[in-house]
């Protein structure tokens, strides 16, 4: 296979993953006009509670399938209980609240899993590499990339087709409007919150045969989401798309072409991107 | 995060062992020596214990404990109080609380650390200081250049390990690798150990990649590595990322068309349960291999099971010889660890058979000299070990950091 297609495959993969983790993180951004820091916690929870959970039965499908449950409960009674009596107060202790949980959820999972880094096997069926145009390529991250796909495909017919959907865009354009003429934004947003949450702990699971399942891999997976949300514009599903495209690629082919500055790229291209368009890709200005 | 450990004596034994002491001998002055000799031992231990590199700090801990179980918890016939620090990895952390092991808790020796920036920035303080200071993990390998008299190093150095890989493939049948290290000193320190020996051999490095710490995602590399017609590929990655990187280069067809070389880091018993059937095959070197068949190595093993269901690495090992060679100095000069320059001396006087095989100081840099061993990756009785292929005997400190 021509490096160049394969580096292409390496860099859409990556973005599938970093899709994920990033349309949640970017709805509730575009909701609540907060950065949630515990967002890679999420993610890092959710390979945690699949770990054990392929472990105990074997099956990396029932992994994916559980994992998110607990880590939707979680995010679940973080909101109500915490996160919701701070609306009325300023951003920025919302912001450190989350950061706070950030800190407890890594105390967590340490104290229950320990500081080694673990790994989830592949399923069986997607141990293999596929070879196609001369090449070789591991089949599990072909898989990766068409669930990516698919999340995209299922998240935009919904946001952009439903009757919910049309509500939470209601309220990412504006929240007081929305609630002005009787949606109920809180619900909203602990919706919202909660299959976020629920989105980045399944990809916490399928994340785990590649990037491994060990505590601080929170934070490693956040900043670059964070990244993309920012090149994507913020609260914007098509700007978490194309942002996370962008990212990947910048990466990968920073990897491969340059691999001394390779960490630099993706923040050039993070500054080019807001030099032309301030808001990013597809976001309000 | 100080953890006083179980071997502390009660004040009463202590206070009665001073006291027969006194009583048994008329010579005032045998019988100060004496009291000041029968209190207990202190052994500063400054790892890492949290982040990315916990687990190593832990196996250390764990090879320190093994011993002192074995020997009840005594060294030299004095009960031992270990003093644990968390250097988080940060130098900056890891001075604090090297100045509170040496000035507050007034230990007797400093066993550390895994870092080597870590050990470079303890450097200075500890040369002033004079407290003796064994490194049991820090492999830098200039970090012996230096010469601090009262400075062991009881570990492997970078260079120690990596050059006899380059050696070795060169003579068998190697002739273009890839070197793909770590982005920090290590990387670079063993990527050039290993070229050294391996292009002086008659092999040549074709593409040298250094990728950033805590790599995740090392398709594009690997991608890159398919693309090149090298034989092999020599790499240097520790703990997760060695884990990751062994397993993509499974993934992307890698296995079976080139070999897979590392350094010891790479394809260990730390390692083995992220990288399983994509580690087999792989060799490295080491100072160490789990299954040495001598009988100090058995003797380890077994001691080591009590503890841990794991076979033991090389810092668990690293950490059990440690105290081994501060039990037999202590003894030397008769239990009188506090006598600071005599305790040193008796350090580097050190001749033992160690789990990893027979350890001596380099007199000159206080480098330990040792056994380098080429080991491959095979699956015994269900799980997966080193074998030792071939023997590398007594390799001593890199000779420019003699001159």
Redesign the interface.
């Known amino acids: 296979m021509d ?1 160049f297609i ?2 292409t495959l ?2 859409l ?2 973005g599938a993953l970093l899709f994920l983790l990033a349309s949640g993180l970017s709805l509730i951004f575009g909701l609540m006009g907060v950065v949630n820091l515990a967002h890679g916690s999420f993610f890092m929870l959710g390979a945690f509670v699949g770990l054990s959970v392929a472990k105990a039965t074997g099956s990396f499908w029932l992994a994916m399938l559980l994992a998110p449950l607990p880590v939707a409960a979680i995010a679940l009674a973080m909101e109500v209980f915490f996160l919701r009596p701070l609306y009325k107060r300023e951003k920025l202790d919302q912001v450190l609240l989350t950061f706070g949980f950030s800190f407890v959820f890594t105390d967590l999972v340490e104290s229950f899993w320990g ?5 989830i ?1 592949e399923p069986p069926s997607l141990e293999d ?1 596929i070879e196609f145009l001369g ?4 089949s ?2 072909l898989a990766m990339l068409g669930f990516g796909l698919l999340a995209a495909l299922i998240l935009w017919l919904i946001i952009d087709r439903t009757r919910a959907g049309a509500m939470v865009r209601a309220g990412v354009d504006d929240s007081a409007t929305a609630m002005g003429i009787g949606l109920n934004v809180p619900l909203l947003l602990t919706t919202t919150f909660t299959c976020g949450a629920a989105l980045a702990g399944l990809a916490g699971v399928i994340a785990g ?4 399942v ?1 505590s ?1 891999v929170d934070v ?2 956040l900043i670059p989401a964070f990244i993309v949300i920012v090149v994507g514009g913020m609260g914007s599903l098509k700007g978490a798309f194309v942002g996370s495209i962008v990212i990947g690629m910048a ?3 920073g ?2 072409y340059l ?2 500055t ?2 630099f790229l993706t923040y050039v291209a993070m500054i080019l991107i807001l030099l032309a368009r301030p808001g990013g890709l597809f976001g309000k200005v | 995060m100080t953890d006083a450990s179980s071997f502390k004596p009660s004040r009463r034994s202590l206070i009665a062992g001073a006291g027969a002491a006194a009583a048994l001998t008329f010579d005032a002055q045998l019988a100060r020596v004496l009291a000041q000799g029968t209190g207990p031992i202190r052994i500063g231990v400054l790892n890492t214990f949290t982040k990315m590199a916990a687990l190593f700090g832990e196996t250390t801990m764990r090879g320190i404990e093994v011993y002192l179980e074995e020997h009840g918890g005594k060294i030299a016939g004095r009960p031992v109080e270990i003093i644990k620090e968390d250097d988080e990895f940060n130098p900056q952390v890891a001075l604090q609380k090297l100045r509170k092991l040496v000035e507050s808790d007034k230990v007797h020796v400093v066993l550390g650390p895994l870092g080597s920036h870590i050990a470079t920035a303890m450097a200075g303080y500890m040369k002033q200081m004079g407290t003796p200071w064994i490194i049991t993990g820090a492999g830098a390998t200039a970090l012996t250049k230096e010469r601090i008299p009262n400075m062991y190093r009881a570990t492997l150095t970078n260079w120690q390990v990596a050059n006899p890989m380059g050696t070795w493939a060169s003579a068998n049948g190697v002739k273009e690798s890839i070197v793909i290290a770590s982005d920090f000193l290590a990387g670079h320190d063993v990527a050039e150990a290993f070229k050294e020996t391996f292009e002086k051999g008659g092999g040549k490095v074709v593409k040298e990649i250094f990728s950033p710490v805590n790599t995740n995602d090392f398709s594009a590399y690997v991608s890159d590595i398919r693309a090149t017609p090298a034989q092999a590929v020599y790499g240097f990655f520790t703990g997760s990322e060695a884990g990751r990187f062994v397993k993509q280069f499974q993934q992307f067809g890698l296995k079976g068309k080139m070999k897979l070389m590392g350094f010891q880091s790479m394809l260990d018993a730390d390692t083995f349960p992220l990288q399983g059937a994509a580690a087999v095959g792989g060799l490295s070197t080491s100072i160490y291999c789990e299954t040495l068949d001598t009988p100090e190595n058995k003797h380890f093993v077994e001691m080591h099971a009590k503890k841990s269901k794991e076979l033991p690495g090389i810092f668990t090992e690293s950490g059990y010889t440690t105290m081994r060679i501060v039990d037999d100095a202590a003894q030397a000069v008769g239990g009188k660890i506090e006598d600071a320059a005599a305790f040193c001396i008796a350090i580097g006087k050190t001749n033992i058979m160690a789990p990893r095989g027979p350890v001596s100081f380099d007199p000159l840099t206080h480098q330990a000299i040792q056994n380098v061993y080429v080991r491959e990756v095979v699956e015994q009785d269900g799980r997966l070990v080193n074998k030792v292929i071939s023997v590398v005997p007594n390799v001593g400190d890199n000779p420019l950091n003699k001159v």
């Not at chain 1, 045969?209 to 491994?212: C, R, T, Y």
């Open positions: 490096l394969s580096q390496n860099g993969v990556y500081k080694d880094t673990f790994s096997s590499s090449g070789f390529f591991p599990y991250r045969p590649i990037l491994g060990y601080g490693e997976v990466d990968t082919f990897k491969a691999p001394e390779a960490m």
